[in-house]
């Protein structure tokens, strides 16, 4: 007969974690290697319970509840009877907004070892192939531009296996309607809370149905289970907006700003800094710095942070990474005498590590070279003149932990720039047995996680602020360690209106770190206007990173404007409702953003002239406003209704020139 049924597979039915090897055809969530060398396992339901709460993950960042906003989960008991394998997996609701977390914990309940060989965190079968699929892509100094493309028959994968989440792909996908835009349609958004290798992919199927996955890669991954063992995997987001692709963003910030982000500065205020990278690079000493410290002081700002050179024998990217004690050479008087300068100036100070990393000329490396990830016999890679160090070990921590630790107790320091500008390549070590070579890069990655959640023990008060080379772990897993994050090392304005557009996809404004630079800009050339790099800058964690001793008075007056400002806003951008208005990906000429206050009486326009074409004209509609209400913009004393703003737009025809922007900011009437 042509009864077909007798014939088809499992890969016609959803699952919440298909396993390979079964007939499901489709990519797995789940494999083994079994002491047997077999690859395939069976999970079947056993039982589930239902809780108030959030359970933690072990050594993983992960959403937590607070009493605010309350949250259940469910766990699902899955069992193999044959190879005597426990999977727990673990969803959690939370009652205010549209979120889903998912994570899974893998069991060995056999007397034998076994390999888990892929464990993803999150797999969802939908019943349709029409959605496009929204990603952030890029390279160094270029991170997160948004792509959107329409799923097609075959797999689309973005991922990363270079031991970190990457420039290159952010681990966040959107499954969209194929018409939904900012403010309507169907948007499903994943994001996994992890800094390393990751992968997440949508499967068109045979049968016009689309299967995503997210989770750790599979590729190079292995993890040895032995009896009792268990292992986690790490947590995936899951947003659900039926309000098209604003609506889920905002529901990433709130959720991220109120369950991700801990510690002091949760809710505390951010101090504006003043970062001496691109104002001396290697080139400073003490009087530099205090210099810089006395200008910035007198202009509002409150915290000086030395960047990268003060340790070792530091002049250029070619030593010292691993020497964490003082370059005599550079801090005259020592550490402690810079920080009491600084902090008699009002201001608080900060200090930039890379406390990943070794160079092969330091004292670190002539004393452990064997500390740093590589494969015995094999030449090792060499990136800005520096090899990676073996977070798997804890030995290496805690080596490099005492030193750090040893310089925080030495000063009053209140802020640390924690960097990594390398890749791992040559993944391996003399240590692990063969069997546990493969599990280098997740425990690298848990290493680093380990040592950032020692840091804010030991140090409650210190504001962290990550960074890799720019924005290369610009993920969730690090916003649960540091409140801010560098965004990238491209401080041009009109670059930063493109990557800070697209990381406001997933990220809140809070933890988009971004400074003023000069003009012209150190990676672009371009020449902006002063006001446009601060309003820029504005839309993220606040600051400045250039030589403020070589400032005009007009620029001088600026930066106490931007300050002013500042501080004005802080709540409506760090707080508010972001609504992306105008895409620098979508328009050649401006792009356009807003904040909208909770209440909705108050609204934060930011405008930029990407590139000018002149005679263009355009008017800007708001939104998230309430249409009854009335509106001042404050700057020109007009009144508008919310109405009005929505629908006709504020009038921003006028003779542009190129890099021109404004801020217009809106404030509810009731007389
Ligand atoms: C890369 C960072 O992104 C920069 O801001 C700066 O800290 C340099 N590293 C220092 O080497």
């Known amino acids: ?65 607070t009493e605010e906003s309350g949250c259940s989960t469910l766990e699902i008991t899955m069992y193999d009877k044959y190879a005597d394998i426990e999977v727990v997996l673990i969803y959690t609701a939370f009652d205010k907004l549209d979120v889903i977390t998912r994570s899974a914990v893998i069991t060995n309940k056999s007397e034998k070892p076994f390999k888990i060989t892929r464990a993803l965190s999150a797999c969802v079968d939908f019943d349709t192939d029409k959605m496009d699929m929204i990603t952030l892509n890029g390279s160094w100094a270029r991170e997160r531009a948004v792509e959107r493309c329409r799923l097609h028959h075959g797999k689309q994968l973005v991922d990363s296996c270079r031991g970190e989440s990457s420039h290159q792909n952010n681990p966040f996908v959107a499954l969209c309607d194929n018409n939904a835009d900012e403010d309507k349609g169907e948007v499903f958004g994943f994001n996994f809370v992890y800094s390393g290798n990751f992968y997440a992919q949508a499967e068109v199927t045979q049968h016009k149905k689309t299967r995503f996955l997210m989770g750790i890669n599979p590729l190079d991954f292995e993890w040895l289970l032995e009896k009792g063992e268990s292992f986690a995997c790490p947590e995936v987001v899951m947003v659900h907006s039926d309000e098209g692709i604003g609506k889920m963003s905002r529901t ?15 809710d505390k205020r951010r101090p504006i800094l003043i970062n001496n990278w691109e104002a001396t690079y290697f080139n400073f000493d003490t009087d530099k710095l205090i210099d810089i410290a006395k200008e910035a002081s007198k202009l509002g700002i409150e915290m000086l942070v030395m960047d990268d050179g003060w340790f070792g024998h530091r002049d250029s990217d070619n030593s010292s990474l691993g020497d964490w004690f003082v370059y005599e050479k550079k801090l005259k008087g020592g550490l402690k005498y810079l920080v009491d300068e600084v902090n008699k100036l009002g201001m608080k100070f900060g200090i930039w590590f890379e406390p990943e990393m070794i160079s092969p000329d330091s004292e670190l490396y002539k004393a452990h070279p064997d500390w740093a990830i590589q494969i015995k016999g094999r030449p090792l890679t060499l990136c800005r ?45 003399e240590v692990f047995p063969p069997e546990r070579q493969r599990e280098i890069w997740h425990r690298y990655v848990l290493g680093v996680y380990e040592m950032q959640e020692r840091l804010l023990t030991d140090f409650p008060d210190l504001l962290l602020e990550n960074c890799a080379g720019g924005g290369s772990r610009f993920d969730a ?37 971004a400074h003023v630079s000069a003009s012209p800009n150190h990676q672009t050339g371009r020449l902006t206007p002063f006001e446009t790099r601060g309003n820029v800058a504005m839309a993220g964690a606040f600051g400045y990173e250039l030589d403020l001793t070589k400032l005009t008075d007009e620029e001088r007056a600026l930066v106490r404007k931007q300050v002013a400002q500042y501080h004005a806003y802080y709540d409506i951008i760090q707080n508010g409702d972001l609504y992306r208005l105008v895409s620098p990906f979508e328009n050649d000429v401006c792009c356009a953003w807003e904040y909208v206050s909770a209440d909705r009486s108050e609204a934060l326009l930011t405008f930029v002239v990407t590139k000018c074409r002149v005679g263009f004209t355009t008017f800007i509609r708001l939104r998230g406003l309430d249409p009854e209400k009335r509106y001042q913009d404050v700057e020109t004393g007009r009144i508008y209704s919310g109405d009005t703003l929505m629908n006709v737009g504020v009038n921003l025809s006028r003779y542009w020139k190129d890099s021109e922007s404004l801020i217009c900011y809106f404030r509810e009437v009731t007389e």
């Open 477 to 513: 897993g690090m916003l649960y360690y540091s409140p801010q994050i560098w965004t990238s090392d491209d401080t041009d304005a009109i670059e930063r209106c493109r990557i800070q557009y697209g990381t406001s996809m997933v990220y809140p404004a809070s933890s988009i770190s």
């Open 1 to 65: 007969t042509n009864d077909r049924d007798r014939a088809s597979f499992m890969d016609t039915l959803p699952f919440e974690y298909p396993c390979f090897g079964l007939g499901d055809y489709r990519e797995s969530a789940f494999k083994i290697m079994d002491a047997n060398g077999m690859s395939t396992c069976d999970l079947r339901y056993v039982s589930h319970k239902m809780y108030e709460g959030k359970p933690k993950l072990e050594g993983l960042p992960a959403t937590f509840a």
């Open 385 to 429: 003149e520096q090899y990676v160090l073996d977070y798997s070990r804890k030995e290496v921590r805690d080596h490099v932990y005492g030193m750090m630790k040893k310089i925080l107790d030495s000063a009053n320091i209140e802020y640390i720039k924690w960097d990594m500008n390398r890749q791992l390549s040559e993944v391996g070590n």
């Open 252 to 266: 990433f910030h709130d959720l991220y700003r109120n369950n991700l982000i801990r510690g002091e500065y949760k």
